[in-house]
């Protein structure tokens, strides 16, 4: 009996050995056939995956992609730079004049600098155009980050009207055997804060596009340049002068140009050495045209001519007169109901041969009668 319930136990512990090493052998089956699946390559589905070749080419073109343009990290939308109570008491006051104006933003023209970092904006500013600085303080707040370029060249101020503006600054570099266009990333914000932006290039075709979009969606793109006048280019790219708001210190400049060039060649005039004299300035560039300009002054009265469009003007015997302001010589003629009073400052040089003149900035206003002109230079022809 004993032997026959030994040998039964023997039997089911054999049987049950069986069942578990035939389970275990089916588990590691199936294993093994799944690992296969997976990685064998005569047996994988190969359709959703890119082959290694073809993935190493797209990463390369990624990356020269990425080496052709710039790519700055765009600034979070709420991390706006805090600027001092006064310098944001003057931002807001720029930004009312503009509304309900079709002005998108502002700009102003501060100069042409000469190596200055982001350190030396403010000693600069106070130096160029202290009147300015001191109205518009945020100017020499604005931080590195918000400052595009080399630190020399054509400075602008740019400032959106709306304080959450997005806004691109892009360098544009045209292929002219492909006629191709390639835009380097120099500048993405969308704080809305000013920018300060230099370019070497602001007196002829500039390659740097500002875009400016709204939170409404409006869009505009400029080309910060000046002309030859020494104003700001507002018409330009997709951007019309009604776009635009010019709050450049124009006046300044000039102020600082005279200054700048009252030295030993060049002095104040006296009445006598302008009496019975004539002034030339046989041809002048201004936006592409041919000018010409000439002033005769006599005792009785000042001869004005001008040409600027195809035809002669001619201010006839207007009052003449020269006083002194502000370290400045003012020449002032009185054309009456025909044009006013018009002034401008002037300088004579040593050899008495040559009259600069520039637009009167005494008075804060930049312009010379119907020419546009900021400053010239006058070749001595009669006296």
């Not at 700055?72 to 004049?97: C, I, W, Y």
């Not at 600085?133 to 100017?139: E, G, H, M, T, W």
């Not at 015997?317 to 009456?336: H, K, M, P, R, W």
Request: proline share 4%; aromatic share 10%.
């Amino acid at each position: 009996m004993k032997k026959t319930v030994f040998l039964t136990l023997i039997i089911t512990i054999c049987l049950l050995l069986s069942v578990s090493c035939t389970k275990g052998s089916d588990t590691d089956s199936t294993i093994e056939s799944s690992v296969s699946e997976s990685t064998d390559p005569e047996t994988a589905d190969n359709s959703d995956t890119p082959d290694s070749t073809d993935n190493e080419s797209e990463t390369d073109e990624i990356r020269v992609t990425e080496s052709e343009t710039t790519e700055e990290p765009m600034n979070d939308p709420s991390d706006k730079h805090e600027f001092s109570t006064e310098a944001v008491s003057a931002l807001v006051s720029l930004r009312q004049g503009m509304v309900g104006t079709p002005n998108m933003f502002a700009v102003a023209y501060l100069g042409y600098a000469n190596s200055i970092n982001s350190t030396a904006i403010d000693d600069y500013l106070s130096s160029s155009c202290p009147t300015l600085s001191n109205d518009l303080p945020f100017i020499s707040e604005i931080p590195s980050e918000n400052i595009i370029g080399e630190g020399e060249g054509f400075l602008f101020c740019i400032v959106p009207l709306d304080e959450n503006a997005t806004i691109a600054v892009n360098e544009i570099t045209v292929n002219t055997d492909s006629a191709t266009v390639f835009e380097h990333i120099l500048y993405r914000s969308e704080a809305g804060d000013p920018i300060l932006i230099f370019t070497d290039r602001g007196d002829i075709e500039t390659d740097t596009e500002v875009i400016i979009t709204d939170s409404d969606g409006n869009t505009v793109s400029w080309f910060p340049r000046i002309t030859d006048t020494g104003r700001i280019e507002t018409s330009n790219s997709t951007c019309s002068e009604t776009l635009v708001f010019d709050f450049s210190p124009y006046a300044e400049h000039l102020k600082a140009e005279y200054a700048d060039m009252t030295t030993e060649l060049w002095t104040l005039p006296t009445v006598d050495q302008l009496l019975n004299t004539d002034w030339s300035c046989e041809q002048y560039m201004d936006n592409g045209d041919v000018h010409s300009f000439s002033v005769s002054i006599r005792e009785d009265g000042a001869y004005v001519y001008w040409n600027n469009d195809g035809e002669d003007h001619e201010y006839s015997q207007a009052e003449c007169s020269i006083y002194y302001d502000e370290g400045a010589a003012i020449l002032e003629f009185d054309f009456a109901e025909f044009a006013g009073i018009q002034r401008c400052a002037v300088l004579i040089s040593t050899e008495e041969n040559l009259l600069y003149t520039c637009a009167n900035f005494v008075d804060g206003e930049t312009e010379f009668p119907e020419s546009g002109i900021a400053a010239r230079t006058l070749e001595r022809t009669y006296g």
